[in-house]
């Protein structure tokens, strides 16, 4: 279960690395015109016009804005959750 552990830990680290842009321009579309008042702006059309605005607009950093918080938890639990299934597994 053990070798499982950095395995897992790698695994979880590549998925966010893929995935992040794409939780960013969630919550940007998630949050656009939730300001309140009568001018209510939104900003994007879609998750596609999201990403490039923001790639544009703002540089391809801007969608990795979060991510270190993303790994300091996401890292270790996949790295459990594989160790932690292969231990299961030894007991069957």
Do not use: M, N
Request: aromatic share 8%; net charge positive; hydrophobic share 45%.
């Amino acid at each position: 279960a053990r070798h499982q552990l950095l395995p897992g830990c790698a695994a979880g680290i590549i998925a966010d690395l893929a995935t992040h842009p794409l939780s960013v321009a969630k919550t940007r579309l998630q949050v656009q015109g939730s300001g309140g008042g009568r001018h209510v702006a939104v900003v994007y059309r879609g998750a596609t016009h999201a990403l490039w605005s923001i790639l544009r607009r703002e540089g391809p950093s801007r969608l990795y804005s979060g991510l270190g918080a993303v790994l300091v938890g996401a890292a270790p639990a996949q790295g459990l959750y594989f160790g932690g299934y292969e231990l299961a597994k030894s007991f069957l």
